[in-house]
């Protein structure tokens, strides 16, 4: 079934255009409330947002929403998005909001939705909330004297800041690291340097003054030169950069190098299976995970299970399988044993763990396997399906043909933005570069002539 308004990772749109308006995001509210009311008691959600001049706007609509269907709101002000996760479960609360477009530039927004388990919400109950919003949902909102009420929630960094915190042993002191911070502008400018700082490290925290329009503006996890500049410049041992809602991470090491997430993913997963502690004899990643991470797994004895694109695909498989380590190279990284979701601070946290327990440059700890060389390029599309193409299919087709057996071809549509995705791997470069560009060209070509 072909969805409206839900995409890869919630609702995402532009601000102030379809879907992401005031208006969708009061019916949001008042869909999501009425489809997760179980039982007598006052009923609860909690909301929270990363730094979007937008946030208020869709934060008020969707409050709006959610009294009017008899829920009451606990507001979070700016956080990352694992700290509503954890604030669902902690609060006992029967859902979750994050008001994000992750990654996204200022001018975009979204809507991230969590059951009362803390686990984003499943295709299913996406699409059950997706009927309801295209239906009058008037009738069925609360009675006067069963209106919600909205209330503003004192203390939630310093409870998130104590969760992060506890995810390293008691013993575990950061001293003696100096590291850089890049916040994003977003929802990590204040928790992230705090719990580092705490933990004993000295820090140096750039991109945290957020201004409602600067959120991942040449900065954070998707934009990490900036932060390697700062690394070399102060001598840090090592830099982190979160994203806009801070649910990913990418490192940077001493010498300026970039680490994404399929490495730190091989770090965690075999300091855990060296500690006993790996669970399900692997790590669960998606399709773009780069073909290196895959043999480097098979090396050690431990296997990699791939799904489709997305950190809510990983989560479910994760505990269909009894896995406790997955993600994605953009640097979700889901660690189970602690958190529901992405965690960009907590990951970071475990990778700052193996480092002071090695005693070694991050250089050294943190590059597991020589990846493979991948080529990643979008193009943008509008109003077709050029997938469905007769040229398009044949160039595909050809491709794979001449990557073979040892080479991998990944050919998307984005989730949140209208675009194809083709990446290409394979121990060639100049191969993959190739193939890439040659479809690309079939596909522009097809978006040219319609």
Known sequence: ??????????????????????????????????SF?????????VLGKDTRLSGYMIENAMVAGFCAAGMDVFLLGP??????????RSLRADIGVMISASHNPYYDNGIKLFGPDGYKLSDEIEARIEQLLDRDVDIALADAEALGR???VDGVHDRYIEFAKRTLPRSMSLSGLRIVVDCANGAGYKVAPAALWELGAEVIAINDEPNGLNINEDCGSTHPLGLAKKVHEVRADIGIALDGDA?????VDETGAIVD??????????????????????LVATIMSNLGLER???DIGLSLHRTKVGDRYVVEHMRAHGF????????HVVLSDFSTTGDGLVSALQVLACIKRADRPVSEVCRKFEPVPQVLKNVRFAGSAPLEHKTVKEAIAEAQARLGEKGRLVIRPSGTEPLIRVMAEADDRSLVEQVVDDIIGVISEQKSAA
């Not at 956080?79 to 669902?88: E, K, N, R, S, W």
């Open 1 to 34: 079934m072909t969805r409206r308004y839900f995409g890869t990772d919630g609702i995402r749109g532009r601000a102030n255009r379809l879907p992401m308006t005031a208006e969708v995001a009061m019916r949001v509210g008042m869909a999501v409330g009425m």
């Open 150 to 152: 909205a209330k503003r």
């Open 247 to 251: 649910d990913r991470v990418v490192i």
């Open 79 to 88: 956080i990352p998005t694992p700290g509503v996760a954890m604030l669902v």
């Open 37 to 45: 009311q179980r039982g007598n008691h006052r009923h609860r959600v």
């Open 261 to 282: 997430g399929d490495q730190l993913m091989a770090l965690i997963a075999e300091s855990w299976h060296r500690s006993g502690r790996l669970s399900g004899g692997g």
């Open 324 to 331: 406790n380590v997955g993600g994605e190279q953009s640097g």
């Open 296 to 298: 480097f797994m098979g």
